[in-house]
């Protein structure tokens, strides 16, 4: 029997409410800071993922699922959401637009990563990216939006990390001190760590594995080494975090996985011991714009893995609302009423009732106990008897009372709740 592929998985219906849940609270969190929705296609030209994310990180390297079309151009599904909306910023002209200009999306992402809890191949992410303005109060304004989306679905335990890894003008000087530190304790890196020293020393602060963490504890500190102007930046970001009363945490070895990143980096992270890191994360990537062909354009984003989100909806217990079940379900007896049972079905919707009707000519009995076990709180039955008077049984299937109505006084029942 075919199955998904490994590290994809399917949303069943029972999952529905959480999904929906989640989906109308990053919706409405969107629209109260500001942001309008944005969809890219699944597949983008690889050279925007290469050049916009970095050759040089995990995501290029090991993780694109990467094809030649019939006309020999080579795509990418979509790895990540930040680089696609930063494109469609610049095609369709956003830069005209009063910056910052907002946009947030719910898309399917694609990496080929070891599956594990938490983690898959085929995912989802809400993201929102802010692009045009480089005041730290918009950086604060982002790191409370991530923290407001949180709340607003009933997710505690949750803290926030946050850092600053600087610019083009302080970072080479602090990336000269961190190959430095590192290369004095080459011994005690894993393989890949090994690779990246001369490459993008930077994510040795990043790497999991325990014995370089250790490393990475004592490594010189990014924040000691800032330019003014990052220095001033940070400075300003903490304070209006404070005001904000956001609770935060300076994470010296947080550095997030992508190359385009700069000053401010942050992620929430859950306090559950044995829980996946990382639930969301974002930061500012002020040259990327640049970097795709732009002007130069400071911006910042953030992203949260739905799968995640729902996980830890679930193992909080946290209470979300019910898909409704369908109001009416219209059952019936004989072929002469099967036409009226689709008719008043159809009347139903027409009137915004959900409503169900019996199918493949099962018994009164069992369409009833289908109605009880499908959650419809009203049962209609039409047979010979009630197509020659226009009376119809009416049933509330929560105490079993049953009464004859005629269909306005059906309409208003089943709208009034009586």
Avoid at 296 to 311: H, K, N, Q, Y
């Amino acid at each position: 029997m075919i199955q998904a592929p490994r590290g994809a998985s399917d949303i069943l219906p029972e999952d529905e409410a959480h999904w929906t849940f989640v989906e109308s609270v990053a919706a409405e969190v969107s629209h109260l800071y500001g942001y309008r929705r944005i969809e890219t296609p699944v597949f983008e030209d690889t050279g925007l993922f290469t050049r916009g994310v970095g050759e040089e990180t995990d995501i290029v390297q090991k993780e694109m699922y990467t094809f030649q079309d019939r006309g020999g151009n080579s795509l990418t599904l979509r790895p990540e959401g930040t680089a696609p909306v930063c494109r469609a910023y610049l095609e369709h002209g956003m830069q005209n637009l009063p910056q910052p200009v907002k946009l947030f999306y719910l898309s399917s992402l694609y990496r080929y990563e070891r599956p594990q809890a938490g983690r898959y191949r085929a995912f989802h992410q809400f993201g929102f990216e802010a692009i045009g303005e480089a005041d730290p109060a918009l950086d604060a304004e982002v790191i409370d939006m991530s923290w407001q989306f949180y709340r607003k679905l009933g997710i505690g335990a949750l803290h926030l990390v946050l850092n600053s890894i600087g610019c083009k003008v302080c970072r080479p000087a602090y990336l000269a001190k961190l190959r430095d530190y590192f290369q004095n304790c080459q011994g005690g890196l894993c393989q890949d760590c090994k690779g990246r020293l001369e490459r993008n020393p930077l994510r040795l602060l990043d790497c999991k594995n325990e014995a370089c963490q250790g490393l990475a504890a004592g490594a010189p500190r990014s924040v000691d080494h800032l330019c003014p102007e990052c220095s001033a930046h940070f400075e300003q970001l903490k304070r209006h975090l404070s005001s904000l009363e956001l609770p935060f945490e300076i994470n010296n070895c947080l550095v997030r996985g992508l190359d385009y990143y700069t000053r401010t980096v942050f992620e929430v992270q859950p306090e559950i011991e044995g829980s996946q890191s990382t639930v969301g994360g974002g930061g500012r990537y002020d040259y990327l714009i640049e970097e795709l062909g732009g002007k130069p354009t400071p911006a910042l984003g953030f992203a949260t893995g739905m799968e995640r989100i729902v996980d830890n909806l679930k193992k909080q217990n946290v209470a979300v609302p019910p898909v409704p079940p369908a109001r009416v379900y219209v059952a019936w007896l004989g072929e002469p009423a099967a036409e009226s049972a689709l008719q008043l079905a159809a009347r139903l919707r027409l009137e915004g009732i959900p409503a169900l009707q019996g199918l493949g000519g099962k018994s009164l009995k069992a369409q009833l106990r289908q109605a009880n076990s499908l959650g419809a709180r009203y049962a209609v039955i039409i047979g010979e008897e009630e197509l020659k008077t226009g009376l119809l049984p009416f049933r509330d299937m929560t105490n079993s009372e049953q009464h004859l109505v005629h269909l306005p006084e059906l309409l208003e029942a089943v709208r009034s709740g009586k």
